[in-house]
């Protein structure tokens, strides 16, 4: 199973930017998938969920300003980020989680500079 992230890189404050995960080895949609992040000196956390049956979570932080959605035929799923700010810097992970397994992509960086 490989989940390869992409899509991070620099960008301004009040930009976008889209990361996308390509899986390999499972079907995403047959699972919960789900992008966290992890900022320097900070515990991963939570940023968005989209479970099989298509419902979505999101933190409270980034409710409004980001959207994780799939594509089925291609077997990706995104997190397309708005109004981004300077706290959203961090290494963004995507997670791919069933009862029986639970896997992690690489981590994409995305820096937001102020």
């Known amino acids: 199973v490989q989940l390869q992230a992409s899509g991070g890189g620099l960008v301004q404050a009040g930009g976008s930017q889209t990361l996308s995960c390509a899986a390999s080895g499972i079907i995403v949609s047959y699972n919960n998938m789900g992008w966290y992040r992890q900022a320097p000196g900070k515990q991963r956390e939570l940023v968005a969920t989209?479970?099989?049956?298509?419902?979505?979570n999101y933190a409270d932080s980034v409710k409004g300003r980001f959207a994780i959605f799939r594509d089925n035929a291609n077997n990706k799923v995104y997190l397309q980020m708005n109004s981004l700010k300077p706290e959203d810097t961090a290494v963004y992970y995507c997670n791919a989680a069933r009862r029986s397994h639970d896997y992690w992509g690489q981590g994409t960086q995305v820096t937001v500079s102020s």
């Open positions: 989209i479970t099989s049956g298509g419902t979505t």
